[in-house]
Every structure is written in structure tokens, then in C-alpha cells.
């Protein structure tokens, strides 16, 4: 019995948390100051991740989650729409190809996938990019964005490990962050 336990206890220890257990224990958090240009908007992270501290002018929130073999970030940026955007050229931003240019891809980023859908109301876009090339630093993107009150807020997350991780965790990482977008709130 004894060994049977013990070896229960060492499986737990080297296993990747789940990351659907990750939806079960979520806390809010929300904006209102200076930094997120007083839009009082409110996200989701998962409770136990780290907040990170940043030194990007536009970045509200960062977060971070690391396990054996993978990081993973939360990031909130918050910035104005350029002077002159009309409502039309804001919209035309959350298409495929608007979003390839908020984006500001350099080339070390392959695109996978975009959408149009709404959250609580409001218009969003994402895209999902990605690099698989190097089998012990593949990563890939989830860009989502918004344009609510005349700025683009942006909800990333970044997911890094090496590629059979990758591989393995794909999917279940997509899934989370696309749960974790849809529950943010803009009052």
C-alpha cells in the first residue's frame, strides 16, 4: 500500500497541470487607472499565475505560468486608435487582414488562423500565429482584440515549449485562452 501511494505521489509531481482545471479556478481582474487609460474593463487569469511586472508603456497586465518543459504568458495591452481612424477603419482592424497588420508579424511568426466574434457585446478579432521550426522552441500566439471606446485593447497569450510538448498541448492551451477571452467584461 505504502508503494502504491508513493507512486502515485511521484506521478502527480512530473505530470502538466491540465490545462481545462485551469477554467475552474479563475479570478478577475480589473482595469481603471491611468495605465489602462481609465477603461474599466475586466479579464480573467487563472488564480495561481504570476503577475508579472512590465516596463511596455501600453501594457496593463502581464501574467506568467511555467511548468516543467513550458511558460506560458497573459498579457492586457490597452492603446489609443491613431488619430483620424474613422469607424470604418477601426472595424476593417478585426478582419484578416487588419489583423495581420496590428500584428506587426517580422517574419519569425507563421499564421494559422483568424475570426471575427463578439464578447459581451463587443467586436473582436483574433489571430493565431505560431513557429514550430525549432524542435526545442516552438511557441505559438493568440492576439485577440478589441476596439471599445476608441482604443485597441489586446488580450495575448503566448504559449512556449519544445515541440513534442507543443504538439501535446496545443489544442487543450488554444481552448483555455479562447475560454478565458470570452468571460472579459467592459463596463
Known amino acids: 500500500m505504502k508503494f502504491l501511494l508513493l507512486l502515485f505521489i511521484s506521478i502527480k509531481c512530473v505530470s502538466q497541470t491540465s490545462p481545462s482545471s485551469f477554467l475552474n479556478n479563475l479570478c478577475e481582474i480589473q482595469t481603471g487607472n491611468e495605465k489602462s487609460r481609465y477603461l474599466v474593463i475586466k479579464i480573467s487569469s487563472p488564480c495561481d499565475w504570476e503577475v508579472f511586472p512590465s516596463s511596455i508603456n501600453n501594457e496593463v497586465i502581464k501574467l506568467r505560468h511555467t511548468e516543467k518543459g513550458m511558460i506560458v504568458f497573459q498579457n492586457l495591452i490597452i492603446d489609443t486608435l491613431k488619430p ?17 497588420i496590428l500584428t506587426k508579424n517580422d517574419g519569425r511568426y507563421k499564421y494559422i488562423s483568424s475570426r ?51 504538439d501535446k498541448m496545443y489544442q487543450p492551451y488554444l481552448s483555455l485562452f479562447r475560454g478565458i477571452v470570452n468571460k472579459t467584461k467592459f463596463k
Open 84 to 100: 483620424g481612424t474613422t469607424d470604418a477603419d477601426a472595424k476593417l482592424l478585426l478582419t484578416t487582414e487588419g489583423l495581420k
Open 116 to 166: 471575427q466574434f463578439k464578447v459581451n457585446g463587443v467586436n473582436a478579432g483574433e489571430i493565431v500565429m505560431g513557429n514550430t521550426d525549432d524542435e526545442a522552441h516552438s511557441h505559438f500566439s493568440i492576439q485577440t482584440y478589441f476596439i471599445y471606446k476608441r482604443r485597441i485593447v489586446m488580450i495575448m497569450f503566448t504559449y512556449m515549449s519544445n515541440r513534442a510538448l507543443y
